[in-house]
Structures are given as C-alpha cells and as structure tokens.
C-alpha cells in the first residue's frame, strides 16, 4: 500500500523524527504525536491506516491507548504494530490479547519496520477480504479441508485429534500473526475440557510431530506464544 497513512506514537522526540523520516522515505505518509490521549483522538477524526504505538509514554501507556482505540467502532479495525523495549514480554502478550497485529522490539532497523508496516498493511486487507469462515486453507505443504476436518501434508493425510485440529486451523487463519497461548484456549474452548497454558504446549509438541518436517512451520515465539509461518518448512525439500 503505497502512501498508507501511518500514526507513529512515540514520546521521544529524536526517536520519533528518526522513524518519520525513515518511514517517509519509504513512502509512507506520517503523523507524530508524543502522548497517547491526542493519539485516541486523533485515531477517531483522521482514522490513519495503522498505528505504530510506542509502550511507554508519558501520560497514560500504549495498552491503554490500545484499548480505547479497539473500544471505539470506528477505529476498532485500525492495525497497530506495538513498539517495546527488551523484556517486556508480558505487555506483548497483554496488547496481543487486546488486538494488536503485531509488534517490535527496539532497538530496530528502518527496513524491519517498513517492512512490518507493509505485512501488517497487506494481511489486514487481506483478512477483509477473507472475513467469511474459509473452507480451505492452503499453507504451502499444509493443506487443510476445514469443514471435513481433514488435514494433508505433502499429499499424505495426518490424523489429529480435534483440539490439535482447531489449534492449527487458528494459527494457519492468519499467518504470520503470533497468537498468545490464551488466544489459543479461547479458540479452541467449546465442548471440549477447559484447557490450561502448559497443556497447549503439550498439544503443539504433539502437534508439531504429527506434521513430521513441515511441524517446523508452527513457531515458538519465546515467552508470547506461537506463529505459523509457512516458510518456516518450505526449504525441506
Ligand atoms: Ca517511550
């Protein structure tokens, strides 16, 4: 999306003139603004098309300005890439849990971030498109028939139970995007029995090896949660 529209939120000055430049280079149009309450505002009367949130900011924090912008209808759909420092995995999960497609950890390079801003850009249109329940999910060597329940890799079909089922069919929706493991309970939550953190990494371990190689696909995202990521199998051959 050339010229999307992209809010930048970061309360350092010399941080955020430095992503702006870098991002107008990149042909993005930008705004900034160095506290979160404007930022609310500012969503809700000019709807840029995403948001790029520092975590820390002076008056109340990115989770909060998450929050009120995922509240508001007309900016519930507005992407948001979270910006944060080392060790701040439990904020992820939460902004994860709240709506955010993604996030970044500083310090990081300009080209990552464009490029991040163009992925999120691309798979929010994309989910648009493909909002309506799809009845096959073709991932690279994982081809998946949702109604049937049945899953193939490479030509040859593997038998899952039906939570790894659902864990899967949730994770290859979107790829890409790291799902938090309470994402995952909640997904797959239903008749079956309550699951906790510690059994979704006994399904994924499971998971994975009935994939055989193309397991590799389901990534571990290191104290946040999981990601498919098709290209993650894609050089076995
Ligand atoms: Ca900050």
């Known amino acids: 999306m050339a010229h999307a529209h992209v809010l930048i939120v970061e309360d350092e000055p010399e941080i955020a003139e430095l992503i702006r430049l870098n991002m107008e280079k990149e042909g993005f ?7 979160g309450e404007p930022a609310v505002e500012f969503v809700q009367s000019n709807q840029p098309d995403l948001i790029l949130l520092d975590l820390m900011l002076p008056d109340i924090d990115g989770l909060e300005v998450c929050r009120r912008i995922k509240w508001e209808p007309a900016s519930r759909e507005t992407p948001i890439i979270m910006v944060t420092a080392r060790g701040e995995e439990s904020d992820i999960v939460a902004g994860l849990e709240m709506g955010v497609d993604d996030y970044i950890t500083k310090p990081f390079s300009p080209r990552v971030l464009a490029a991040r801003i163009r992925n999120v ?3 929010s249109g994309d989910a648009k498109e493909a909002d309506a329940k799809q009845e096959h999910l073709d991932r690279g060597r994982i081809r998946i028939n949702v109604d049937r329940h049945e899953v193939v890799v490479d030509e040859q079909s593997v038998d899952l139970t039906l939570t790894e089922f659902q864990i899967l ?11 938090t493991r309470d ?7 239903g008749e079956l029995a ?3 953190k510690r059994t979704i990494d006994v399904h994924i371990t499971a998971l994975r090896r009935k994939l055989g190689d193309a397991g590799r696909c389901i990534e571990t995202v290191r104290g946040v949660g999981y ?3 098709e290209r993650l199998g894609a050089d076995a051959f």
């Open 29 to 35: 149009k930008t705004d900034v603004l160095h506290t």
């Open 183 to 189: 994402q995952i309970i909640g997904a797959v939550h």
């Open 227 to 229: 990601r498919f990521e």
């Open 194 to 196: 309550i699951l906790s």
């Open 169 to 179: 069919v949730y994770l290859c929706e979107r790829p890409g995007f790291v799902r």
């Open 121 to 123: 850009l691309r798979r």
